[in-house]
């Protein structure tokens, strides 16, 4: 079980299940939604996600037709994202979680689209797009 919050904690997250496909996404939208060299993302099932409290606090934003990324209206935190191709999981940044997960980061992905003044260094594989199998 993982339990998360946004930043200012009106909003509160549970995860019943394992997060899958832990990434280091280095694209530039995850540049410009993180604000940071990269985001760190992971698949959790839809069905062992719930939103504990704060539902009515979320606002959504669709930058691509059938994705939606929702964050705290309050504070601006990013929460989860859904992609309509694919309602059997969510897309959680890893920075939302209180708890300790126990699955790893499997690679930096967009690696030749990272920032100019970011030093990669790093012993995870390293991939120019999504990593293999997704």
């Known amino acids: 079980m993982y339990t998360g919050s946004c930043l ?3 909003v509160n997250v549970e995860v019943s ?3 899958t496909s832990i990434i280091h996404c280095h694209c530039s939208l995850c540049r410009k939604n993180s604000g940071t060299a990269f985001a760190t993302n992971g ?3 839809t ?3 719930t939103i504990t409290k704060g539902q009515a606090l979320l606002s959504e934003y669709s930058f691509k037709a059938g994705r939606t990324r929702y964050f705290c209206r309050c504070c601006g935190s990013p929460v989860y994202s859904s992609n309509n191709d694919d309602k059997s999981r969510i897309r959680i940044r890893l920075g939302i979680f209180d708890t300790d997960i126990t699955e790893q980061v499997l690679s930096h992905n967009f690696v030749t689209s990272k ?4 030093q990669l260094e790093t012993s995870l594989l ?4 999504h990593e293999p199998g997704r």
Not at 115 to 118: D, F, G, L, S, T
Not at 126 to 129: G, S
């Open 43 to 45: 698949f959790v099932n």
């Open 126 to 129: 390293c991939y120019e797009k």
């Open 17 to 19: 299940g394992s997060i």
């Open 115 to 118: 920032a100019n003044w970011e």
């Open 47 to 49: 069905d062992d996600f």
């Open 8 to 10: 200012c904690g009106e």
